[in-house]
């Protein structure tokens, strides 16, 4: 059974700091390509982030660039994402999700492509 959990989300003024990480448990971690998507209230699920299998490979939304940075550590089967200079804007649940990219270096930043999703977790930026 795959597993993804969330976690690092919380309560961070503007202009503030939060590294979100996401553990994942049942699957070849080493062979996924990850991804951070997240969902305000009131709009659809949207891309932040996304890192190839090998970590040579990495996209952002143009909403986010210069500020997130998305990682990964393969030892530990774990996903992060880097959030500098909030924005309110920011505010939303945060989810990570994997998809299986064995042999290739492939990212993407749509959102059926990706198999495997945690439950979220919530970011508010507070003005």
């Known amino acids: 059974q795959v597993q993804l959990v969330e976690s690092g989300g919380g309560l961070v003024q503007a202009g503030g700091s939060l590294r979100l990480s996401c553990a994942v448990s049942g699957r070849r971690f080493s062979s996924c390509t990850m991804c951070w998507f997240r969902q305000a209230p009131g709009k659809e699920r949207e891309f932040v982030a996304a890192i190839s299998r090998n970590s040579l490979r990495t996209i952002y939304a143009d909403s986010v660039k210069g500020r997130f940075t998305i990682s990964r550590d393969n030892a530990k089967n774990t996903v992060y994402l880097q959030m500098n200079g909030l924005k309110p804007e920011d505010t939303a649940v945060y989810y990570c999700?994997?998809?299986?990219?064995?042999?290739?270096?492939?990212?993407?930043?749509?959102?059926?492509?990706?198999?495997?999703w945690g439950q979220g977790t919530q970011v508010t930026v507070s003005s």
């Open positions: 999700a994997a998809r299986d990219s064995s042999g290739t270096f492939y990212v993407t930043s749509v959102e059926y492509e990706y198999s495997d």
